[in-house]
């Protein structure tokens, strides 16, 4: 676990690596262009875009009909911005040819350039899904951080003063030597789960999938089963899953009065278990590639967060066993001892976050609230 490889895609998306290093997507010759890569639905070109990050190219994809529309963005940069250019050029668009925008999720890399692209193309008609509107319309990276309910939930999960002071303190240097490489638009059509994005002659089948976030959605293109994943399923990388508060009051049923929160980890299990009753014929993901083998992908993401599921139930088990509880932070620190709480706390402490929720679910972790607030758990036995 300590192993883990991180590599940052921007402020809140991060992708976990389960190989070396990500590949950059399957590229032309000399583009970033690959003409129809699957031969079930040849009306997709895959498209690399450069971005700052460490995780190198993201994809997005044409859709060659009509209307001429494009899944994903890429950041707003000149170099992002001269990429989808010249890809389109090799396909004989302009940008001003775009004529739909479908966003998979809010992240910069896949929303960034929207406004740009709707300033180059008359009649853009930008989609989202309902749950990624606010963000969509009202995006800034201080909104996306929200460093105040991030302190505040990792406060509650146990870490101490001095952790969070640092934390805090290194994600605002993120935000002010960042640049914000993306900037709101107005969303035209609001997406549900269900709903047809309908082509000249064939449709796409809209797939609201929480988890990554929670206005994530795919798209299937049903005749050929090839499914458009951005980043819920990716080739050769697990994608991390957010956890935050909701606007919402407490649930009155729960004794303890949390906050209710979106709960990233519960919804990416729920999400892949349903996908992997379907059969894809390939996917077309966010990063790392083409997917040729859907079924192994959706799999080993699951395995992957079950096996680190595991591992926090047996550290809940082992305290449990000599009567003790324990919170979120001292099952973090146990497993990464050598972590940097500015640097490297958030994401992982996120996931002991998410898995304490998945275990909670299936009824093994008992939660209680110490006086101070914070949260302490132990295993149900
Ligand atoms: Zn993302």
Sequence with gaps: MNALDQQRVGCTAILISMNSSLRRGTGGAATNLSRAPLREFPRAHLITLPTPWEVGYVQVYLIESEPLTLIDTGVKSAASHSALSAALDCLGYGLEDLQRVILTHYHRDHLGQAESLRQAADHLEICAHEQAVPMVEGFSVERDENLEDAAALV??????????????????????????????????????????????????????????????????????????????????????????????????????????????????????????????????????????VPDRAIRDALLYYEVRIQRIERSLRS???????????????????????????????????????????????????????????????
């Design 155 to 292: 406060r509650e999960y146990g870490v101490p003063r001095h952790a969070i002071d640092s934390m805090i303190a290194e994600r605002e240097r993120r935000i002010r030597s960042d640049p914000a490489l993306c900037e709101p638009t107005c969303v035209d059509r609001v997406l549900r789960h269900g709903d047809a994005v309908e082509f000249k002659d064939f449709a796409l089948e809209v797939i609201h999938s929480p988890g990554h976030t929670a206005g994530h959605i795919l798209l299937q293109h049903a005749a050929s089963r090839v499914l458009f994943s951005g980043d819920q399923i990716l080739g050769g990388a697990v994608p991390n899953t957010e956890n935050y508060y909701l606007d919402e009051l407490p649930d009155p049923r729960d004794p303890l009065r949390r906050r209710p929160r979106f709960k990233g980890l519960l919804e990416y299990r729920h999400s892949l278990r349903k996908l992997r009753r379907q059969s894809f014929s390939a996917i077309l993901p966010g990063f790392g590639g083409v997917v040729r």
């Design 319 to 381: 305290v449990t066993a000599i009567g003790q509880s324990v919170t979120a932070y001292e099952i973090w620190h146990s497993l990464f001892p050598n972590d940097d709480p500015a640097t490297q706390m958030r994401t992982r402490l996120l996931m002991v976050i998410g898995a304490l929720d998945v275990l909670e679910e299936l009824g093994q972790c008992v939660t209680v609230r110490r006086d101070d607030g914070v949260l302490l758990h132990r295993h149900a036995e």
